[in-house]
């Protein structure tokens, strides 16, 4: 048995006042006139040409992460071999999803928070995607704002973290011109403790002058000036780019994404030919094939796959929705995929050469260094910068580059929210595009401004240890179920084939059933059981703090409750079934106006039964 859309997904006709007096062939024609007229009025627009959809994707995709972490995933699961089930997870499971989400985007033409017609029930699966990237453009601003300031203080006459004896930093500061032993012989002559934890000058200067940190979230402190502007900088440039939507993104990627990777080339070129840049190198590459026996290194790789790709953000929706309608969804895809697993792999040489060359500077062991997160950024690899000859130049194309890579995921996050709002109503809001935006970055940058307080780093650790793993790959679990299960991957499949003339492989529609669902469980399950409150070095954030984080962990997806309650209610008031609510709305409709009017005369039948359901959903058998 099978049942079909329901009758409002049908084509629907235009019916007009008999007493007009008008001959029912020309009523005909104008209500299909006006019908034309308001298609063209909403038609959205698209991108100036190909490659900067592509661009721009890379863009988004390829974020701070490939740079400083993607190196670490590796060195601490061993080495070169940690890559070899990262490209397997890449390949079988990010890839399809990713390509999935393009998919989406391109076929509706909508962003995140209208494409989820596609199931009334779970519409809130918009929402969710839409605050994520809210939260996300709100509270990475203030890392974007460190990098600024590093870029800026790179153009003073001396690094300002390559010396002690500034204003900020103590008696435990030690440089690359300290004799550790004098100076602790001088500081136990004065009757301190032997045992003496010393500080180096990049670790003073990024805690101590850039964060000004507090001894911990409750002690907030006064807005730090110099970075408060460095934040105003950051979201200022965000508008000017982003302005007038896509016609502007679609220009300034040429320069943001293509000229990171030739930066890096320049930094590549340096760090190889540096004294001890081996040492990193084989730290780095050198597998230890014993590693792949443990679960964890398995684990480590689906997490560093699903976070570097981003999928879940809404990003890629809406970037695809500006797609023309047959352009080819699966080679830029694959193009996003490598990108980023060649960023991350690339950017890893640069780490690790450079900071071999530091381990044999200092004598310190290359896995005593704190080159993890953060600290890899703007302590350690700053400081081993500092030792190379010309050090200004080697830090401003190093921090040059953050810019560019970390403005580029802003640039994704912050299109999301905005055409979030514009396409609430298309016709009448997309000419207030700018000051939408405007309105956007002033509110973020008030909201924002705790962040440059002495405990906004506090602030930054405790969002992103909560935000992020239960609402990302919860979004992208759910968004799987409804687009392969629920609307079905044979249905999707032939979306997909009106698009680009051929259906997705048996094999790709077997990945999205069944493959990507138990990878995303595999990610989420051990997540949830090896829970526990975050911290920031030795400090435990008081209980307060961790409510607060609770709230930013399950705020957004309890919206998809509250969305699919409201829907039902809704939906009993009229008296119609709830099943309705797991087929497409009458809006669900092809971004094509030729493929629209054919859409709007087909019916869908969907099969019964799990078993049915199954053969439908990989083999395409009624």
């Given at each position: ?37 308001d298609v063209q009025e909403t038609v959205r627009e698209t991108w100036g040409g190909e490659f900067e959809f592509v661009l721009s994707l890379v863009g988004y995709t390829v974020g701070l992460g490939n740079i400083w972490r993607f190196p670490y995933f590796c060195y601490k699961n061993g080495g070169g071999c940690a890559i070899i089930p990262f490209i397997l997870f890449l390949t079988v ?530």
């Open positions: 048995m099978t049942e079909s859309q329901p009758d409002e997904f049908t084509n629907f006709e235009i019916v007009q006042d008999d007493k007009s007096g008008l001959n029912p062939d020309v009523k005909s024609d104008l209500n299909r006139q006006n019908e034309n007229k499971c990010g890839g399809p999803l990713y390509y999935m989400e393009v998919c989406l985007g391109q076929w509706s033409g909508t962003s995140p928070i209208t494409v989820w017609n596609i199931c009334p029930l779970l519409k809130g699966l918009g929402l969710l995607m839409v605050s994520l990237s809210l939260i996300y453009i709100w509270y990475y601003a203030a890392a974007f704002s460190w990098v600024i300031y590093f870029l800026i203080q790179s153009f003073f006459p001396t690094l300002p973290w390559s010396k002690c004896g500034n204003s900020w930093n103590t008696e435990l500061c030690i440089d690359a011109s300290t004799n550790i032993t004098e100076k602790m012989l001088n500081m136990t002559d004065h009757g301190l403790n032997t045992s003496i934890n010393f500080r180096t000058s990049g670790t003073e200067y990024f805690e101590r002058n850039v964060l000004r940190k507090s001894s911990g979230i409750d002690t907030v402190g006064p807005v730090h000036l110099p970075l408060t502007g460095c934040f105003f900088l950051g979201w200022l440039f965000v508008f000017l780019c982003l302005a007038k939507g896509v016609k502007t993104l679609g220009k300034v990627v040429y320069v943001t994404v293509t000229l990171p990777y030739i930066l890096l080339t320049v930094l590549l070129i340096r760090g190889v030919t540096l004294d001890g840049a081996w040492n990193g190198l084989q730290h780095y590459f050198i597998p230890d094939f014993s590693k792949l026996i443990h679960g964890q290194v398995w684990m480590e790789a689906a997490v560093q796959c699903f976070f570097s790709l981003g999928p879940a953000w809404g990003g890629a929706i809406t970037m695809a929705s500006f797609n023309k309608f047959n352009h080819n969804a699966l080679r830029d895809s694959v193009v996003v995929c490598f990108a980023d697993a060649f960023t991350g792999i690339y950017s890893g040489v640069v780490v690790f050469s450079v900071l071999g060359f530091l381990s044999k500077e200092t004598g310190t062991p290359l896995n005593e260094l704190p080159f993890s997160g953060a600290s890899l950024a703007f302590i350690a690899y700053p400081e081993a910068l500092s030792r190379l000859p010309a050090p200004h130049v080697w830090s401003v194309l190093f921090f040059l580059t953050l810019v560019l890579v970390g403005i580029d995921t802003q640039f994704g996050c912050f299109e999301t929210v905005t055409n979030a709002v514009i396409d609430l109503n298309y016709k009448k809001l997309q000419k207030y595009r700018l000051l939408i935006s405007a309105g956007l970055v002033t509110f973020l940058f008030i909201t924002g401004l705790p962040l440059t307080t002495s405990a906004g780093y506090y602030i930054f650790m405790l969002i992103d240890s909560y935000m992020g793993t239960f609402n990302l790959v919860g979004t992208a679990l759910l968004e799987c179920i409804v687009i392969a299960w629920i609307y079905g991957a044979n249905r999707f499949s032939a979306d997909i084939e009106m698009m680009m003339g051929s259906r997705p492989s048996l094999i790709l529609r077997i990945i999205w059933c069944f493959i990507i669902p138990v990878f995303l469980l595999g990610i989420l399950i051990p997540t949830i059981v090896t829970y526990s409150t975050p911290t920031v070095g030795d400090y435990k954030f008081p209980s307060h703090a961790n409510i607060v984080g609770n709230v930013f962990a399950f705020a957004p997806i309890s919206l998809i409750f509250i969305v699919a309650i409201y829907q039902v209610i809704r939906q009993r008031v009229s008296r119609k079934s709830v099943r309705n609510l797991l087929k497409p709305a009458s809006c669900w409709l092809p971004n094509d106006l030729k493929q629209r009017k054919i859409y709007k005369k087909t019916t869908y039948e969907y099969e019964s039964g799990f078993r049915f359901r199954l053969l439908d959903n990989i083999l395409g058998i009624k």
